[in-house]
């Protein structure tokens, strides 16, 4: 694959993606039902080891999901003004290309592999 990221597919992909998080952060905004439905489905099992199991799953979700759907909705609404301009693709630090393969596993990567491991082994 020679050229550019591909703007259509990533464009769908970032879509895709926003969609389903803003489903996701809904889900939480509707009281707990997220918590009610596996509660339900626990005590349906019977199964203790997965009933606390899932309930810790669901308590992180919980406190997790939210802060991190706003900034992963940041981050898709940011890429998504990038491929926009013309720009999407590009490390934001070094200006290399990002790379398609490290795009199709973080479609809103602003950073190079070599900056992303640089600004991680330096935190
Ligand atoms: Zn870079």
């Known amino acids: 694959m020679t050229g550019g990221p591909d703007y259509v597919h990533f464009r769908e992909l970032l879509v895709t993606e926003r969609t389903r998080l803003q489903h996701a952060r809904d889900a939480v905004h ?3 039902s997220l918590l009610e439905e596996t509660g339900d489905l626990a005590i349906g099992s019977g199964d203790h080891i997965a009933d606390s199991a899932s309930e810790t799953y669901m308590r992180e979700l919980d406190e997790g999901l939210e802060e ?3 900034h992963l909705l940041a981050e898709i609404g940011a890429a998504l003004a990038r ?3 013309g720009t999407y693709g590009l490390c934001v630090n070094c200006g290399s290309p990002i790379g398609a393969e490290r795009l199709e ?3 809103y990567a602003t950073l190079c592999i070599d900056d992303k491991r640089a600004l991680e082994s330096g935190a």
Request: charge should be negative.
């Open 30 to 32: 509707h009281d707990g």
């Open 68 to 70: 991190n759907a706003d």
């Open 83 to 85: 491929i926009d301009d």
């Open 105 to 107: 596993a973080v479609p």
